[in-house]
Each structure stands twice: as C-alpha cells, then as structure tokens.
C-alpha cells in the first residue's frame, strides 16, 4: 500500500541543498537545470538514462478506438508520443524494501 505522502518540488530542492551543501536557490536551480535537460531530450526523441535510477523514454502509442464515458458512443483517439518511465534495478530494489 503507498503512503499519501507526496514530496514536492520545495522539499526536493530542500533535501538537495542538505545534501550537497548549496544554498536553497542554488538547488532550486539545479534541480530546474536537471529536470529541464530531461524534459527537453524526451521531447526530441531522445532517451536520458541514469545509472541506478532510470530510463525516461518517448513512447508511442498508437491509435485506438475508445468510448465516450458520457454519451457511450464510440471515438478515435488518435496516435500521440507520451514520456515513458522505466526505473533500474536498483531504483526497485530500494522501493522493494
């Protein structure tokens, strides 16, 4: 069962600033710059690997037909790339407990 506790963006950067010494906006910048590098190599089709920690990736997904939830007639929904996450070994190993 999962916690209902939720680290935000405020408490990553807090933990980053403890962690390595830097000033909180120091940190604030640093975790931008990072999730920033990520976001932007996804979004040109690149796949970013950390070691220990994951693979984000591009996916794509193809069309298909679904319903609508209101009405029940049938829809296309059309094919789209989405950001996929698969987490390493070790990342699972640590969630595992």
Do not use: H, W, Y
Request: glycine share 10%.
């Amino acid at each position: 069962m999962m916690k209902e506790n939720c680290m935000n963006k405020g408490e990553l950067r807090e933990t980053v600033a403890k962690e390595t010494g830097l000033t909180g906006a120091d940190a604030e910048r640093a975790v931008d710059a990072a999730l920033s590098a990520i976001v932007s190599a996804v979004a040109k089709g690149e796949r970013v690997s950390i070691a220990g920690f994951g693979t984000f990736e591009p996916r794509e997904r193809s069309a298909r037909e679904g319903r609508n939830p209101q009405t029940g007639e049938t829809m296309q929904i059309a094919a789209t790339t989405v950001p996929g996450f698969k987490a390493a070994a070790a990342f699972k190993k640590a969630v595992a407990g």
